[in-house]
């Protein structure tokens, strides 16, 4: 069944070095019951465990029922270690979290098996346990930890056991009943190889090596082993060809439980490590529903604008203030909004308007405010039709009637609550009578919007502002794809009707609604990224919070990472067991982290009055986020405990 040739192996380097075996070699035939003596430090263990496939000879070769192993994969160890061997350990070497049944099923997860609880549970009857099956291992006796032990090394029944001290921590009653476990399945052909330094146990075995100073002294067998031939490395490679496609849905169900128990076990720890994630979570979420609210703010307040808009104004767009009243700056005339009416269908409709200040008094309150005079088709094309009382008529503007609109602000000065509809105010000392309130429009730059009173352009012309010009003109294009083409147009109907030969630029300035979308919505965005990209530092500093616990634990949890190798755990098993951890613990942490998002979010826009709406987007994108936070940091801790040497880490301290 085993024959080892020559094998050596040596610890440390240099003149730190060990040599633990010095060219052992041995044969086991099928069915043998081997006790393997010596002192400590005679090299009996470290042949144990390269028997066990825990750890690789520097020289010789193993071969296991006619297969050279000595060079296989680590995976194919892994599955060999799964399929052909159970350990029974000295320390027992059970999962203090999980109870009796569940360690006893761990060889039977990494087999890929369905059915396992069932296997478990049978193998635990086996050694008379079935009413501790759901008791932890600090609740049984060290006998019948380590009957669970013999229990877990059964399950996959394997055809060869190695038990390395398996009574060393137990009292003499103990001791004969595992004795007697042992003896039991030798007779029933399993093959068992074990290390101890009593006698006593020693002469259950019927045949005895003694080693001393790496090397075999002695080899007395007391009978024949009664086993079959030992013809079967087919048996090896089906094992190994069984790894490649092996089922793993119950690897990952498992690796999700254990998870959720490390995480659960260790609530306030893993609760601290989630609050960096929570609070970056939080943020992105608050971040991005402030501007996604600014947007949709924006968008409003650029319809109450009006739809397909272009505003011609006099003088450059370059000269501001002083500057443009000393340059050469075009007087709109009635006949230029005439010229531009007559391009339809491009143009739906046209409007000219002219503004100027002015003192408003009503009673004993007064307010210095901005007077707009407008025509009759401004009202729909500006979106300022009043929601309370109405808009001038073409007859009003027509016989400069002294009519007035006020703005949401100076109703709210002049008036408080009170309903102004019908009253009389004076502006520039000229009595007006209020037909309506005009709908809010919110802030632009620095100016607001709503604090403006609306009168018949011939009456601000004539009557208030003393002047015979507009200001500038509104066209409303017929479509949107129209609006280049359309300013295009009316800019040369403008400089051929005040005849401007040099550049209009210098004279006049076109500007659509859609180029003050577009820069508020850019500066919008800009503003998002900014404040999503702050907040995402959180979340780098709640990953590196997340990595450093995952590090910790692989450093807890060496010992039981070093078991599940020596049960049939591949280096990718241990790997995904850790991410799946950390990004349980991210992804906790991300859930907590929308909800307190969502709720900021709602408390600002209720108690701060900001504009704030949260996007299913942003929620999915932040789900993504800590995912991605769980598996980026938790790769590097995942990764260090799957490489961990098994027998290294059985040995961690």
């Not at 109870?99 to 478990?120: D, H, R, T």
């Not at 086996?126 to 501790?132: A, E, K």
């Not at 060393?168 to 476990?181: A, F, P, Q, V, Y």
């Not at 491009?346 to 309150?365: D, F, I, T």
Request: without cysteine.
């Amino acid at each position: 069944m085993i024959e080892i040739k020559n094998l050596k192996k040596t610890y440390g380097k240099e003149t730190a070095s060990v040599e633990a075996l010095k060219g052992v070699s041995l044969k086991i035939e099928k069915g043998e019951f081997v006790a393997i003596m010596g002192p400590s430090g005679s090299g009996k263990s470290t042949l144990l465990h390269i028997i066990g496939f825990l750890d690789r000879p520097d020289a010789g070769s193993y071969r296991i029922f006619g297969k050279d192993v000595s060079r296989l994969s680590n995976e194919n160890l892994a599955a060999l270690r799964n399929g052909l061997i159970g350990f029974v350990f000295q320390q027992f070497h059970l999962l203090r979290r999980t109870s009796a049944i569940e360690n006893v099923e761990l060889p039977l997860i990494y087999s890929g098996k369905n059915k396992v609880l069932q296997e478990a549970e049978k193998k635990l009857a086996s050694v008379g346990l079935s009413s501790r099956a759901k008791h932890l291992p600090s609740e049984l006796s060290g006998g019948e930890q380590q009957r669970v032990a013999i229990a877990r090394a059964l399950v996959n029944n394997p055809p060869l056991i190695l038990a390395d001290e398996p009574t060393g921590n137990l009292d003499t009653r103990s001791e004969e009943e595992i004795m007697k476990i042992v003896g039991a399945l030798n007779e029933e052909g399993k093959t068992i190889v074990m290390v101890t330094h009593e006698r006593e146990i020693a002469r259950h075995a019927k045949r005895i090596i003694k080693m001393l100073d790496g090397r075999i002294i002695s080899d007395e067998k007391k009978e024949n082993p009664a086993g079959g031939p030992n013809g079967e490395s087919a048996f090896v490679e089906e094992i190994i060809q069984k790894e490649k496609h092996r089922y793993g849905e119950v690897e990952f169900s498992e690796h999700l439980r254990q998870s959720l128990r490390a995480i659960l076990s260790n609530k306030v720890r893993s609760f601290l490590s989630m609050l960096g994630i929570l609070f970056g979570i939080a943020a992105v979420i608050t971040m991005l529903a402030l501007g996604a609210g600014a947007k949709e703010s924006i968008e409003e307040r650029l319809k109450s604008l009006g739809s397909n808009l272009v505003a011609v104004r006099g003088g450059s767009r370059k000269v501001r203030g002083a500057a443009r009243e000393a340059g050469s700056v075009t007087r709109f005339t009635p006949g230029d909004i005439e010229a531009i009416r007559d391009l339809k269908p491009l143009v739906r409709r046209a409007s000219g308007y002219v503004s100027g200040s002015g003192q408003v008094v009503y009673k004993n309150e007064n307010w210095s405010t901005r007077i707009e005079g407008a025509g009759f088709e401004y009202g729909e094309m500006r979106a300022v039709i009043p929601t309370v009382g109405r808009w001038f008529t073409p007859r009003e503007i027509q016989k400069r009637e002294k009519v007035a609109i006020l703005g949401l602000t100076v109703f709210e000065e002049l008036f408080g609550n009170t309903n102004p509809i019908g009253e009389t105010i004076k502006i520039n000392r000229i009595n007006f009578k209020i037909i309506g309130i005009a709908p809010e429009k919110g802030g632009g730059g620095w100016r607001d919007r709503d604090d403006v009173i609306y009168i018949p352009d011939t009456t601000a012309m004539y009557r208030v502002l003393g002047k015979d010009y507009y200001d500038g003109i509104n066209a409303e294009i017929s479509d949107a794809e129209s609006i280049e083409y359309a300013m295009e147009k009316i800019s040369e109907i403008i400089a051929t009707r005040h005849r401007i030969y040099t550049d209009p630029d210098d004279y006049f300035h076109t500007r659509n609604m859609g180029e003050i979308q577009e820069m508020l919505t850019s500066t919008t965005q800009t503003m998002s990224i900014l404040l999503g990209s702050i907040a995402a530092l959180s979340l780098l500093v709640g990953g590196i919070g997340i990595m450093n616990i995952m590090l910790v634990s692989v450093t807890e949890r060496t010992r039981e990472i070093g078991l599940r190798k020596a049960v049939g755990a591949r280096a990718n098993d241990i790997m995904t067991q850790f991410l799946i951890e950390a990004v349980a613990m991210t992804l906790s942490g991300g859930f907590m982290g929308i909800a307190l998002g969502i709720g900021a979010s709602g408390i600002l826009s209720f108690f701060a009055g900001w504009a704030t709406r949260v996007t299913a987007s942003s929620v999915i994108l932040a789900t993504v986020f800590s995912v991605a936070v769980g598996i980026f940091f938790g790769l590097w801790p995942a990764k260090k405990a799957s490489e961990l040497n098994p027998i290294e880490a059985l040995r961690y301290e």
